[in-house]
């Protein structure tokens, strides 16, 4: 079993920057991702990791988000800079328990998911 818990949301200005973790209990998992979501949306991959730590990001936040994995911290990161009033949503982790080798954008490609972590970004 993995519990996931995601922090560091809040709200920002635009331009602003933001670190959500998401601690993962026991350990990290080879393959991750957080999403996004909005009320009336569908949920969206923000990023994702694979088993190689190979990365993909969405159109939308490519050069400015970055996800990596502390194993040593057991946590994964998302670094967040020069937010947009767009990348207001809620934020969710999410792992599978097994290896990814390929990009998995599909929320139901993850067994896994924290409780998610808000973010505001206001113009």
């Known amino acids: 079993q993995v519990q996931l818990v995601e922090s560091g949301g809040g709200s920002v200005q635009a331009g602003g920057s933001l670190r959500l973790s998401c601690s993962a209990s026991?350990?990290?998992?080879?393959?991750m991702a957080w999403f996004r979501q909005v009320p009336g949306k569908e949920r969206e991959a923000v990023a994702t990791?694979?088993?190689?730590?190979?990365?993909t990001y969405a159109d939308s936040v490519k050069g400015r988000f970055t996800i990596s994995k502390d194993i040593a911290k057991n946590t994964l990161p998302l670094q967040m800079n020069s937010l947009k009033p767009e990348d207001t949503a809620m934020y969710y982790c999410?792992?599978?328990?097994?290896?990814?080798?390929?990009?998995?954008?599909?929320?139901?490609?993850?067994?896994?998911w924290g409780q998610g972590t808000q973010v505001t970004v206001s113009s």
């Open positions: 999410a792992a599978l328990s097994g290896d990814c080798y390929s990009p998995l954008l599909r929320p139901e490609s993850y067994n896994y």
């Open positions: 026991p350990a990290v998992k080879n393959c």
């Open positions: 990791i694979n088993s190689w730590d190979r990365t």
